[in-house]
């Protein structure tokens, strides 16, 4: 939890509470029907029920596995290609002024803009949704490498320099570990709009996944499910945020000490 | 015995408002045994002069020589110290240390052994597990220095080491300076801006002005070796000599300002 979060955990509590209650408040009053929004405990049992039985011809675990191995697999692509090409980036001008206008062209364009681009190239298979996550976060992760290569602190390659580290040492031994708090900064908001942009792409085009199930819930007029999709996509991705802040504080705990 | 020589006729950046002079005709020694302390006011060129002995910045004109043989770039041969520590903030203090050794491809345990030791010379013993964020300002200047000296330089090159410290830790890091110096009997080149610093750490003081950089004057101090000799700090800070010589540079650096103003 944040520094300015500790100690008023209560008021966070508070809101979840205050929130909850309205929802309940509105559906057992009758104020809305339960086509527009179910109740919390309507959404509960259907939650445990798609548990139980899944919907649309597959399980929850496969729905949810569907739509985290894309963004897994996805990831794993983006880290291999995108922090070697921000490395490159930030220790080369050169590499940069390449490729900088390639990744700051496409960076602000909606992934579902063009999606239909990429469907029409690559079908409507798994191939195009790992494409399109890999794609959302290569650029955030490749421009943060870039920066946190360039804010690298002189002296800092320079005492490396005079204590003897070649080239490559000096890259691998002191720009890398010293951009690391960048990177992974860069890779969890990547990761935040992967996963956004995932589960918006299995709205398109898809057969499992919990954005193609909450997308069928409601074009059947299954509001519980789609709350119970809703629900289930934001809890994964704070889980999802809260691992990597984990992984930051774990490899990258001395940034922000000094 | 080693001798580290500046022999320049000129250092010139290239900046946006034209080509800046940083340093003109400076020829500096460096020898074993000897602390050479640069004293002057910021701008005066004494941070390109380090950066020119530890091969980060190459001449416009002239050479850099150990011993006759041109510098070409930076080496082990001449560690530096810097003001803001440049520690490696994700390794513990004894990693630090090891740090250059580690790049030679030195086994764990050796390294180990040295950096303990070293960590111990700089008064640091029992912290060589500890983060550098752990530590004060002070400590981490004594962990950059173990990290110098671990490497078996020749040379150690000071950039205003102890600049940014509180009064008092830099009068303990000045002492634990001379100890060291005395045990190593390496070639010193520091860099400071206090008059005081620069004459108790000297057997040779060299005082520059900017625009452009050069050396105005050289004295040759005795303060240093007094201390080792065993007279106390204090007694030697308080020296009628010292007060003199002090107020003496004070003066003189105080001249070269107003000349500077009145002639551009």
Not at chain 1, 27 to 46: E, I, K, N
Not at chain 2, 107 to 123: M, P, S, T, Y
Request: charged share 15%.
């Amino acid at each position: 939890m944040d520094k300015t979060a500790r100690g008023h955990g209560w008021a966070t509590l508070a809101t979840l509470c205050l929130l909850l209650a309205l929802w309940w408040g509105v559906t057992a009053s009758g104020l809305v029907a339960p086509l527009f929004l179910p109740g919390p405990g309507a959404v509960a049992a259907r939650l445990a029920d798609l548990a139980r039985h899944g919907f649309v011809g597959a399980s929850l675990l496969q729905h949810a596995g569907a739509s985290l191995a894309r963004v897994g697999l996805a990831m794993i692509f983006a880290v291999v290609t995108a922090i070697p090409v921000g490395m490159a980036m930030g220790l080369w001008p050169r590499v940069n002024a390449a490729l900088d206008p390639v990744i700051e062209f496409y960076r602000p364009v909606p992934p579902l803009a063009y999606l239909p681009l990429i469907v029409i190239w690559f079908g409507i298979g798994e191939a195009t949704k790992v494409i399109l996550i890999t794609m959302a976060i290569f650029a955030p992760l490749a421009i943060a490498t870039a920066s946190g290569v360039r804010r690298v602190d002189p002296d800092r390659v320079r005492a490396a320099r005079s204590l003897g580290a070649s080239r490559d040492q000096v890259v691998w031994l002191v720009i890398f570990p010293s951009a690391l708090p960048d990177i992974l900064t860069g890779l969890r908001i990547a990761l935040g709009v992967g996963w956004s942009t995932l589960v918006a792409a299995e709205l398109v085009a898809a057969s499992r996944g919990l954005g193609f199930m909450v997308q069928s819930a409601s074009q059947m007029l299954v509001t519980d499910v789609v709350v119970a999709g809703i629900l289930l996509i934001a809890v994964i991705a704070l889980v999802l945020e809260l691992l990597l802040r984990w992984v930051e504080r774990r490899f990258a705990g001395w940034s922000g000490t000094r | 015995m080693s001798t580290l020589s500046a022999i320049v006729a000129g250092v010139t950046y290239r900046s946006r408002n034209g080509a800046v002079e940083a340093l003109s005709g400076v020829t500096l020694d460096v020898a074993s045994g000897e602390v050479v302390v640069a004293l002057g006011a910021s701008g005066c060129g004494k941070s390109t002069l380090l950066g020119l002995f530890a091969g980060f910045v190459a001449p416009t004109a002239g050479q850099v020589l150990i011993d006759g043989v041109p510098v070409t770039g930076p080496g082990p041969d001449r560690a530096v110290v810097f003001q803001d520590d440049a520690l490696m903030p994700w390794l513990s203090a004894e990693d630090n240390v090891a740090f250059g050794l580690r790049l030679r491809g030195v086994g764990r345990a050796e390294r180990q052994q040295v950096a303990r030791d070293l960590l111990r010379d700089v008064g640091l013993d029992g912290f060589a597990g500890h983060a550098i964020s752990e530590m004060s300002g002070g400590m981490r200047q004594r962990v950059g220095l173990a990290r110098a000296l671990a490497v078996s330089p020749r040379f150690l090159l000071m950039d205003e080491p102890l600049g940014a410290l509180d009064e008092l830790t830099r009068e303990r890091m000045q002492m634990l300076l001379l100890h060291l110096w005395q045990a190593s009997g390496k070639g010193i080149f520091l860099i400071t801006h206090s008059i005081e610093e620069a004459l108790f750490l000297a057997t040779e003081l060299v005082l520059m002005s900017p625009r452009p950089g050069r050396i105005v004057q050289r004295y040759r101090p005795d303060f240093a070796r007094r201390f080792l000799a065993g007279e106390p700090i204090r007694a030697i800070k308080g020296d009628p000599q010292f007060l003199a010589m002090r107020e003496d540079l004070a003066a003189t650096i105080l001249a070269g300002d107003e000349e500077y103003a009145r002639h551009g």
